[in-house]
């Protein structure tokens, strides 16, 4: 790694978006060529190498405060290990798309505060609260409160698709993104959910 880009490296990771900004310029393209092959003809006509990398950019933005340098092709690695993480899930979501599992969607929710509940059982957590009722006001609050400190485009996936209840052809149609791109977004969207309420709800048991 020359010194150029080891300084571009710490100014990216203490919040420089501009450094951050060229390094993606620079690696991005290599990491899209590897993802390309991975795809496959099966979800080729679904799923291209630019939705992958849209929300790996993404996810760049938001991890990069995280990322430990490592050496030469360290960020190149890093980036290329989302990358693989966002077409994984975007896979997993268009085989459900395929094999549909009515236990893990969320449907057309009844009121709001359902579909809150039904959104923190996907999640994984349960209440210890004993009232049905206050349980249900409850994660309401906790769920509204934590879908605000999403990046926006992941707010708006979860708000469109586990608290409306909308297909992901709509929502993919609302954000000008194909509908892997939108199981990716969501995939990570749910990913932070847990890590937020992981450690700031008090009754996850």
Same mark, same amino acid.
Not at 191 to 194: A, D, K, N
């Given at each position: 790694m020359d010194d150029a880009e080891q300084e571009q490296l710490i100014k990216a990771v203490s919040g420089d978006s501009d450094a951050l900004s060229? @390094? @993606?310029q620079k690696h991005g393209p290599s990491v899209r060529s590897a993802i390309g092959p991975a795809i496959g003809k099966q979800w080729s006509s679904v799923l291209d190498a630019d939705d992958v990398m849209q929300v790996t950019y993404l996810e760049a933005f938001l991890q990069i405060d995280r990322f430990k340098p490592a050496g030469e092709g360290s960020f190149r690695a890093w980036l290329k290990r989302i990358a693989d993480n966002n077409l994984r899930d975007a896979i997993k979501g268009l085989q459900r798309l395929k094999r549909p599992q009515p236990s893990r969607r969320v449907t057309v929710p009844a009121n709001r505060a359902d579909s809150c509940v039904a959104l923190f059982e996907i999640l994984g957590y349960t209440s210890t609260t004993p009232s049905r009722d206050a349980m249900r006001r409850e994660v309401q609050a906790v769920i509204e409160a934590t879908i605000t400190k999403l990046a926006p485009d992941y707010e708006l996936v979860v708000r469109q698709c586990d608290l409306k209840g909308l297909p992901v052809s709509e929502v993919a149609a609302e954000l000008g993104r194909s509908e892997a791109a939108v199981y990716? @977004? &969501?995939a990570r969207a749910h990913?932070? @959910? &847990?890590r937020y309420l992981g450690s700031e709800t008090r009754f996850i048991d």
């Open positions: 060229d @390094l @993606l990716m @977004l &969501r990913e932070q @959910l &847990r």
